[in-house]
């Protein structure tokens, strides 16, 4: 249906006629946000300049933080980089799913320069999301897809994040529902040497090194991939993390027994929690207290990932 505002992005269900529109408007080289499992994403043919472009204007996004690139299967993820045994594993395992392998590019990719940022390797994900999937089955080309927000906010898990962060920006958005995972893909770089995680995500560690053994241990090579930027994420408002007191002022993101204003998950699981996250950080950013405070997050599984979202959030 589309909004009376004309400056709202039309909000279509993601049934056969708002899939068909969708592909039709990607085609012609404009961006949508459509869903996937993690987070809402910005899509745009990746093979055309123009068309990326659009998604780093939209976003406001540093022309130097390189995007991930969406494929339907893996024939399509062997046409633009070079897989060797430990990236097929991971495929096998973990794909389609909430992981994007950074791989060494092929010459003849045919992606546009823009969505590698200059590197020489290029990160690809297959979402399992049915909708994301139906959409690029359907489309010319792999599709790049940032999360559908402006760069540094808070990251998208509904239409209605979509189109309040983007309004005016993108022409149309694809609505799937609240998103299963909540949290961007995990990012792995899959090296000559061994593999790194680049940020955590709903595939943990552990399940990697369960399939490919232990990472290398040391730093990352710098901007690598998406979500490496030390401020991200951010609800434009001051957050205090660890916060075992309530302070005047704040509006408190909680977990297990302790509420807060917005509880992450009552049980205690971190799962929920990490589906509910941005959602608990749009609140607050929409919330009349100044500041944000966040209780103690366990440190373990899929944990890691939501810390190290908040840690940029607060940074």
């Not at 823009?114 to 020489?120: F, I, K």
């Not at 790049?144 to 927000?149: F, Q, R």
């Not at 490919?212 to 993390?241: C, D, F, M, N, W």
């Not at 929690?273 to 929409?286: E, N, W």
Request: proline share 9%; charged share 20%; glycine share 10%.
């Amino acid at each position: 249906m589309t909004d009376a505002n004309p400056s709202q992005p039309r909000v279509l269900p993601a049934d056969e006629e708002g899939i068909s529109e969708a592909v039709r408007l990607l085609g012609e080289g404009a961006c949508v946000a459509l869903p996937t499992e993690t987070v809402y994403g910005l899509a745009a043919r990746a093979d055309l300049a123009a068309a990326v472009a659009g998604i780093y204007k939209a976003k406001g996004r540093p022309d130097f933080n390189p995007l991930i690139v969406h494929v339907p299967d893996l024939l399509a993820a062997e046409r633009l980089a070079h897989l060797d045994d430990r990236a097929r594993t991971l495929a096998e395992h973990f794909w389609p799913g909430s992981l994007t392998m950074v791989l060494p590019i092929r010459d003849d990719s045919g992606l546009a320069p823009a969505v590698t940022a200059g590197l020489s390797t290029v990160a690809l994900r297959m979402p399992s999301h049915q909708t994301m999937r139906a959409v690029l089955l359907a489309a010319p080309a792999p599709l790049a897809a940032p999360s559908a927000n402006r760069s540094g906010a808070v990251s998208p898990t509904s239409a209605a994040h979509v189109a309040s962060s983007l309004e005016g920006r993108i022409p149309m958005v694809l609505d799937g529902g609240e998103t299963e995972r909540g949290l961007e893909s995990t990012i792995v770089a899959v090296r000559e040497n061994g593999w790194q995680i680049l940020r955590p995500g709903p595939v943990t560690e552990a399940e990697i090194a369960a399939v490919l053994g232990p990472a290398i241990a040391g730093s990352t090579k710098g901007i690598e991939a998406p979500g490496q930027l030390a401020s991200h994420y951010a609800p434009g408002k001051p957050v205090r993390l660890e916060a075992l007191d309530a302070q005047e002022g704040e509006f408190r993101i909680g977990f297990g027994t302790d509420g807060g204003d917005f509880n992450l998950s009552p049980s205690g699981d971190l799962a929920e929690a990490a589906s509910r996250l941005y959602a608990a950080l749009h609140a607050a950013s929409a919330a009349p207290q100044p500041r944000v405070a966040v209780v103690p997050i366990p440190h373990e599984g899929i944990g890691v990932a939501i810390n190290d979202r908040l840690a940029r959030a607060a940074a």
